[in-house]
């Protein structure tokens, strides 16, 4: 049985906005119903970035993405975030797949992003809050748009340019250039920045805005202030890659946020065992660390739609 390789371009072709927030979706209720397995990623840091490994098994499917975080790598021309993905047959082990994991990546982030979105923002949530305008700020829109009539996208960068081109891969959609307290202003406020300060200030929060704070999946990164964090209902997608390496890391480890003050895992919300939303004036927190499920359901879907579509690239890699 040949084993398929399936590049960026094949990737990005096969990719529907729409059926990875599905399979996201799904993947973190079988997994909080007991039929998933995820150990939580292993970081190797370095001087210049860090890398994951990220295994996971889902029925039907189990692999491992292995990715890199660079922030400095824009400036080489290189994306910041690169994956690749291995995928094997359960019941056999047999590696069904290798595939380019940098687009899976970004689009399931979108797509995590916007299902916590559906369960924790207000119903009728109008503005999106666009902080860091780099690749994942792309998949945020594309997914957000999916689920919410968004009358404005309001986008912040430090780098005016970004902005500019994250405008311009938007036509048609009420994309604009924003200042930070107006982005974080919105109904909906996505954090998409490799931040190590905490520069979104709780001043700026209003009552009922929903934050999904991307940005920091690694020890020591934050993007907002702790005191957005108390009092809010925070919600994660993983307790202990949250405690460890998410936004809640560095406010934990300095005793200004308690594992207690959490409400609940993202998967228990989706299930149903706990409710999402249920005040119109709370403050709600997602904080996304970026769990392997998400991963491996995605490459899943990737994977079928590759062997029915054939003609893709492959290898014998067990004779
Ligand atoms: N939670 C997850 O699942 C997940 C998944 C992928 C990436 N990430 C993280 O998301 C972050 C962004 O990733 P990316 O691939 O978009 O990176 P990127 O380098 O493509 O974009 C980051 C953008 O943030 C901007 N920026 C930096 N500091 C800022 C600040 N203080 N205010 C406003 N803008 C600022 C940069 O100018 C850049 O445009 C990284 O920290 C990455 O590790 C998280």
């Known amino acids: 049985m040949p084993t398929l390789l399936l590049n960026k371009n094949t990737v990005k072709e096969l990719l529907d906005m729409s059926e990875v927030i599905e399979a996201v979706e799904q993947a973190f209720r079988d ?5 998933g397995r995820m ?29 890199s975080v660079h ?12 994956a690749t993905l291995v995928i094997n047959d359960p ?3 047999y590696p069904l797949a290798i595939m380019d994991g940098t687009d899976i990546t970004a689009y399931r982030t979108g797509a995590t992003a916007a299902v916590a979105s559906r369960y924790l923002a207000r119903k009728g949530s109008r503005s999106l809050g666009i902080i860091g305008a780099g690749r994942q700020a792309y998949t945020q829109i594309e997914a957000h748009v999916k689920l919410f009539d968004l009358r404005e996208i309001r986008a912040f960068d430090l780098s005016k340019a970004s902005v500019e081109r994250l405008i311009k891969a938007f036509p048609g959609y009420p994309v604009e250039e924003s200042s930070l307290e107006k982005a974080a202003g919105s109904d ?22 929903h934050i999904n704070a991307i940005g920091a ?68 927190v997602f904080d996304s660390t970026g769990v392997a499920i998400e991963d491996i ?20 890699l067990i004779e």
């Open 71 to 82: 922030p400095q790598n824009p400036s080489r021309g290189l994306p910041t975030v690169m």
């Open 188 to 209: 909906i406020v996505c954090t998409v920045t490799p931040a190590r300060w905490p520069f979104v200030k709780r001043e700026w929060i209003a009552p009922g805005v």
């Open 31 to 35: 997994w909080v119903e007991g039929r």
């Open 91 to 93: 019941d056999t082990g």
């Open 297 to 316: 359901a995605v490459a899943q879907v990737i994977y079928e739609k590759a062997k029915h579509r054939g003609g893709c690239p492959s290898m014998n």
């Open 217 to 284: 999946d690694a020890p020591g990164k934050e993007e907002l202030e702790p005191s957005v964090l108390n009092g809010a209902v925070v919600v994660v997608d993983d307790l202990e890659q949250s405690r460890t390496s998410g936004e809640i890391n560095v406010p934990v480890s300095k005793g200004l946020f308690s594992m207690k003050e959490v409400y609940g895992t993202l998967g228990e919300i989706i299930s149903g065992r706990k409710p999402g939303r249920r005040d119109d004036k709370a403050i709600t």
């Open 39 to 67: 150990p939580p990623k292993s970081y190797i840091l370095l001087e210049k970035g860090d890398f994951r490994a990220m295994p996971a098994a889902l029925p039907g499917a189990v692999g491992i993405k292995w990715v």
